[in-house]
Structures are given as C-alpha cells and as structure tokens.
C-alpha cells in the first residue's frame, strides 16, 4: 500500500501515536472515535491507540451513524458491539442512549476524543462530546481531547443559537459554523457550564486556520453523506435543505453539492440568486434523481455547487440566497419539513438548524438574503470576542 505525503499539520492522534503521555502509561482508557479518525497512513485510531499504549484501551464509543459510518440517514440508531480486530466493547451513543452511562464509564480513568468536526453546530459529533464532557465530570472520569484542524478552517456564519431553539443539532449557544477545534470547543463548554472536569487538549501541531487542503492531511468521509472535502464545505448550508421539502442530494452520488426539487427551473433560479452569494463558487445548473430519500425516482431541477475559493466562499450565505431565490421564481414551491427531526417532535427542523425562526420565514416567502444577514454581525461580532480565550492556534480570518 503507498503511503499518503508526509503531512503539514501533526494531529493529536499521531503525536500521541509518536511519543505517549507518560500520563496514559497506567491509565485505563475509553475512546470516543469513528473511521475517519486516522494517522497520515491511515491507520484507525483505535489501532493507533492499542498500539500506542498496549493494554491500556478497555472501550470505544461510537457517535451518529455508527462506530464504522455506515447507518446512511438522521435517527437510524445504532446497536452496541465489539471490535471485530481488538475484542473491545463498542458503545453506541447513538441508540439506546445518546450519552454515556456511569456503567459504561465504569473503570475508565481517562476518555480519549478523536472526532472529525465539520465546522458546524449540527453536526452532531459536537453534541456527542457535549455529552460525554458532562457525564464524564460527573463520573471522575479525565477527556483528553486529540485535536485535529477544522476542516473548513476558521470563520463563522449565521446566528447565535437561542436558549429555546437548544436541541440535539444545537447543544450550546454558538453560531452555525463556528470556526473552532474540536478541543476548542470542549475547553468553551467546560468554562461556559461550570464542569468540574480534568480536561486536556493535545494539540495539533503546525495548523495555522486554514481548511483541510492546506494541511496535507487525508480526507476520510465522517458519515455517510460527506463523501468529499467539497461535501463538508458546503455543509454548513446545505444542511438547512434538511428542514425544508427539497432535496440535499441524499440518494445522489454528490450529497449536499447537489440540490434542488421536481419543478424547479434551475437555470431561472441561477440567475435570480443574488450575486453577493456567489463568492467562491459556481452553481452548475442540472437534473437529477434521487434513488432513495426526499423525492426518490422523480426528476429533479438543481444545482451542483462548486467551490472554486474556499476563503471566500461563504456556505450560508449562498444556501439562504438560494432558498429565498427558490420561492421568487416558484411561489411557494418549497416549504418547511415537518417534525419529527433528530428527536423533536413539535419545533420545526428548519428552526433547530437555522437559529432564527423569523429569518426563516423570511427565507420561505422570497425575501432577499441581503436584508436578513446583517441582522446575524452583532451576535458574531461578539462571538470573536467570547471565545479568544479558549483559542490554542492561529486565527486569521479577515474581517
């Protein structure tokens, strides 16, 4: 097998990997972890770890869509297990329970986090660890958070999440794309809740806030539906077709880069996209046709959107100038997806993912993205400022 070129960036798992913390050497240690945790050469972090520090990894723990990635949609909930190559206990915190119970915390000194975030608050990798910080401080239980750059390095987008909006896509007050680390986050939400929490971070090294292409690091999917780097880049809005009757391109080859709906001309809402929303990225007008989810087996009109700057492009921006584009060319064509969604059953999805149910409604009657927006650089303006504190790389986003 060829080996991937020497990374840019050293990930917390691969310097663990090279030199172990004297700390761990008698620790007894769980791992929250999936496939896309992995060293330059790809080996699994479970392996990694074993390897690292022999009999030391006693359990693992999966988050959505399973411990190996493969439950393809939201609320398909995952069995518990055991590792088919280490004989070790595979907790699913995406099934029976969604976070760790004090008996699967039991004999554990230390939970190690190796999760590839996406950038975003919906992705529920975030909410996971959320999870685990609390039930961990409850247990006496130390995280050590091996950290990995933001794939879609720093910036952020959209409103702050309001405390009655807070669910399983919304764990914490923050922005829709933050712009942190993982182990970022981790050391925002213990300060913020107050946890009682022997919390560490071992850092990625040489990681100056680009996206994931700067860093010579692989890209292995997370789940199902973010087959690419380009994938992820687009997320952050995408997503928000999830709350909505249109296609996110689920059931598609390019889940999320393609989008769109039966009956939408997609050369008319091209051009009825405002133009500010278009920085960094082409919209490719196209056809296509589900083969499963929203819409399966029906034609549909849309778009694959193709990032062409990454350090411009703005994910949300461009997803809300299409929606709103969408219902001016066809009144009312899309409209909001009903509950249940990710274990709600009253609130509206697109209110959980979005953050701001006017901005909303705003979007679904055709109003331009343009007046929305500025409602947004208040709350991020003081996000910056909340969370230099918590900052452990580099950040060079321009304002």
């Not at 004989?87 to 004999?107: F, H, K, Q, V």
């Not at 909001?336 to 509206?348: A, D, M």
């Not at 109003?367 to 996000?383: D, V």
Request: glycine share 10%; charged share 20%.
């Amino acid at each position: 097998m060829s080996v991937p070129d020497q990374p840019r960036v050293s990930t917390g798992l691969a310097r663990l990997a090279a030199q172990p913390p004297a700390d761990l050497a008698r620790a007894r240690l769980g791992l929250l972890s999936n496939p896309a945790a992995v060293l330059p050469d790809l080996t699994p972090a479970p392996e990694a770890v074993a390897r690292a520090l022999p009999g030391r990894l006693k359990a693992i723990f999966g988050p959505q869509h399973g411990f190996f990635a493969d439950k393809q949609d939201n609320m398909v909930e995952s069995a518990h297990a055991i590792h088919p190559r280490l004989g070790l206990p595979i907790w699913s915190l995406y099934g029976d329970t969604r976070r760790p119970t004090p008996e699967m915390l039991a004999g554990l000194d230390v939970l190690l986090v190796d999760l590839i975030d996406v950038g975003c608050r919906v992705y529920t990798f975030f909410t996971t660890l959320v999870a685990c910080l609390e039930q961990c401080a409850g247990a006496g239980v130390a995280v050590w958070v091996l950290d990995r750059p933001n794939p879609l390095g720093r910036g952020e987008e959209g409103p702050i999440l309001p405390p009655e909006l807070m669910s399983f896509v919304g764990p914490h007050p923050m922005p829709l794309r933050h712009g942190l680390t993982l182990g970022e986050l981790a050391r925002l939400v213990v300060a913020e809740r107050g946890l009682d929490l022997d919390l560490r971070v071992i850092q990625a090294q040489g990681w100056t806030g680009g996206d994931l292409a700067t860093t010579g690091l692989p890209w292995v999917l997370p789940s199902p539906n973010l087959p690419t780097l380009d994938s992820a880049r687009v997320y952050p809005g995408q997503v928000l077709l999830e709350g909505t009757t249109l296609s996110e391109g689920r059931g598609t080859t390019r889940p999320f880069e393609i989008s769109g709906g039966p009956g939408v001309d997609p050369w008319a809402v091209a051009e009825a996209v405002e133009e500010y929303a278009l920085a960094g990225c082409r919209l490719r007008p196209l056809f296509f046709e589900p083969t499963f989810h929203k819409h399966a087996g029906l034609t549909c009109g849309g778009w694959q959107i193709h990032v062409t700057d990454p350090d411009l492009f703005r994910p949300l921006r461009l997803t809300c100038a299409l929606l709103s584009a969408i219902n001016r060319v066809h009144p009312g064509l899309w409209d909001f997806r009903p509950p249940p969604y990710e274990y709600e059953h009253v609130r509206r999805p697109l209110d959980l993912l979005l953050g701001d149910p006017d901005a909303a409604n705003r979007l679904q009657r055709g109003e331009f993205f343009a007046a929305i927006e500025p409602r947004w650089r208040p709350g991020l303006a003081a996000w910056r400022k909340r969370v230099l504190s918590f900052l452990l790389y580099p950040d060079r986003r321009e304002d």
